[in-house]
């Protein structure tokens, strides 16, 4: 009884440290889609060219609210496929304050910063670019995509209303998840998590880019004390790191749910570029 209401207390917080990021993301998109002239959602639009660059520096900050934030704003269209990647790839989550706590060298930090920033502007940027030649998209870029989901008429009651019934519905999901996920996570224990790196070294990068995908925290907290203690190399942690979004892609499923195949395929170019850039890194006998 314990470890439940341990479990919820700590789902609880860790839900309430996102409704934040949540409702304003919610308020920005409705104020973008009915507060807005075409032409300015169009300079909108256009702006996005940039989005991964954006993307690929906020995401570094040690809050997994912007990966949230950056799934609805993609359901809603109000950012592009390469910037959510972006962010995506470059989301410190639960890494950067291990490693601040652990007394590590600030270049050391600098370095693994720097890495996931990279490759999240670059693979963001050749996402965008495929993503525009092969022209796809099957919803408009506003929030109706959404509401149509949720089968509510944002029309009604302003923009405030709205954001705030689109927050508690996603704030609802993500705690449901958080506490599942928190519960097999904690009956399992980390120490069996931890064990899958040591038994299979051969496919060290596929296996922690596998881990990193996993929507919560103990996968950046597993994957870099892991690698402070050790037992697995730069590699590894780069690949599980680069895929370790927080509740990015939990997010991204729920509100971009008329999207399926799109969701899979952000979550295989989410393993594939952790996989390939930790196996480069392993290959090259670089250390950080």
Not at 131 to 152: L, M, S, T, V, Y
Not at 174 to 196: N, P, S
Request: charged content about 15%; glycine content about 10%.
């Amino acid at each position: 009884m314990t470890d439940i209401i341990e479990i919820l207390k700590d789902s609880v917080i860790d839900t309430a440290r996102l409704i934040p990021f949540l409702f304003a993301t919610y308020l920005l998109m409705e104020f973008i889609e009915h507060k807005t002239s075409e032409k300015s959602k169009a300079a909108i639009g256009k702006a996005g060219r940039f989005g991964p660059v954006i993307g690929g520096l906020l995401g570094i900050l040690p809050q997994c609210g912007f990966s949230a934030s950056a799934a609805s704003l993609y359901a809603g269209r109000i950012i592009s496929v390469g910037t959510v990647i972006a962010v995506f790839l470059s989301t410190s989550d639960e890494m950067l304050p291990i490693l601040i706590s652990k007394k590590v060298s600030p270049r050391v930090i600098i370095e693994i910063l720097a890495i996931k920033a990279a490759a999240g502007i670059i693979i963001g940027i050749a996402a965008d670019i495929i993503h525009r030649i092969a022209k796809k998209g099957d919803c408009a870029p506003d929030i109706h995509c959404i509401c149509e989901d949720e089968h509510c008429h944002c029309e009604e009651g302003g923009i405030i209303k709205p954001a705030v019934k689109h927050t508690l519905q996603i704030t609802l999901f993500i705690f449901i998840a958080t506490v599942i996920l928190d519960t097999v996570i904690h009956f399992t224990g980390e120490e069996k998590l931890a064990g899958i790196f040591v038994d299979i070294p051969v496919v060290g990068c596929a296996v922690s880019a596998l881990v990193g995908l996993i929507p919560n925290c103990a996968a950046s907290v597993v994957i870099t004390e892991l690698y402070l203690s050790e037992i697995i190399n730069t590699g590894a942690m780069i690949s599980g790191l680069l895929t370790g979004c927080g509740i990015g892609l939990l997010v991204l499923f729920r509100t971009n749910k008329r999207n399926i195949r799109e969701n899979i395929g952000i979550t295989a170019i989410l393993w594939i570029s952790g996989v390939v850039i930790g196996s480069v890194i392993q290959l090259m006998g670089i250390t950080v």
